[in-house]
């Protein structure tokens, strides 16, 4: 039974920049009192936000590295587990609040097909609370269903669909890039499921509930999901981060060339050439000053 909620107010202070630009991340973590400490997957090392965290707000400092926008925050609970959610955390969210929730599900086997259904398969998610409840608990059903050997099952796959239709609710929330980044973990089984479609030739009935075009869907968003960060580079402009923002352009120029895709979010090679020359010649404007 859901007894109460933990909200934490974490203020990242991007050292990059002069002003003092923050964005608050408003977490939730449920059990909350099953909860021993929230983190933050940092560069060097993990940083405890929250110690037996209290029900009460807590803010915390979090450093923000432009180099290394993706890291994850997670919950250790009290029986050693973790749940964690992958952010983008990028000065393009100043200002902003970014609702998180981590929420701690625990199965006794795999579970029943109904209630897979029920939490994965009838709905939709709406809001960014119901995604994240969706997320949790069905990523939650699938690792609890391979655990009991029942791999590709019917339970597993339609877990996996919950779980891959709220990760990219999640994904595509906001324009235009969102604070929610992809799952490494739910990529990795896409991939496994897309090797063995080619060679094994299963076909979309036998995948089901499990969509094969959702997963096709999913895995070309990761594949181009550096792409994605072009949209950054107007907000990194106005702040004088000419050295991020051209960080940003070739690793999307790198990521298109890669993927062998002409586009990808409505960025072309013919528009990051443009960008890469346009932004040169505001940082040459700038130096020159």
């Not at 795999?110 to 398969?121: I, K, Q, R, V």
């Not at 709406?126 to 009991?148: D, G, I, N, P, R």
């Not at 072309?268 to 940082?283: C, D, M, P, R």
Request: hydrophobic content about 45%; some cysteine.
């Amino acid at each position: 039974m859901r007894i109460s909620r933990l909200i934490i107010a974490v203020v990242i202070w991007p050292i990059t920049l002069e002003s003092t630009s923050a964005t608050s991340l408003q977490l939730t973590a449920v059990p909350s009192e099953a909860a021993n400490s929230i983190k933050i997957a940092e560069p060097y090392g993990d940083k405890v936000l929250a110690q037996s965290p209290p029900t009460s707000g807590i803010t915390a400092d979090v450093t923000l590295y432009s180099e290394n926008p993706t890291r994850s925050v997670f919950a250790i609970w009290s029986d050693g587990t973790q749940t964690a959610f992958p952010l983008l955390l990028s000065t393009v969210f100043a200002n902003k609040a970014v609702e998180v929730h981590l929420d701690k599900f625990a199965f006794n086997g795999s579970p029943e097909f109904a209630a897979t259904f029920d939490h994965c398969l009838s709905i939709q998610p709406s809001s960014v609370t119901m995604a994240f409840e969706m997320y949790h608990w069905c990523k939650s059903a699938a690792l609890a269903a391979e655990k009991a050997n029942k791999k590709w099952d019917k339970v597993h796959r339609g877990a996996l669909q919950g779980w891959l239709r709220a990760n990219y609710f999640l994904f595509q929330r906001s324009a235009p890039v969102s604070p929610y980044a992809l799952d490494s973990d739910l990529i990795s089984r896409l991939t496994e499921i897309n090797a063995k479609e080619a060679s094994e030739k299963w076909g979309a009935s036998r995948w089901g509930p499990l969509k094969l075009e959702d997963v096709s869907l999913l895995l070309a968003a990761a594949r181009t999901s550096e792409v994605r960060l072009v949209g950054l580079i107007p907000d990194l402009l106005k702040q004088g981060m000419f050295k991020e923002a051209l960080q940003i352009n070739q690793s999307a120029a790198s990521t298109l060339s890669q993927s062998g895709a002409k586009a990808a979010y409505g960025v072309s090679a013919k528009v990051l050439e443009g960008n890469k020359a346009y932004i040169e010649t505001l940082q040459r404007g700038t130096n020159s000053n």
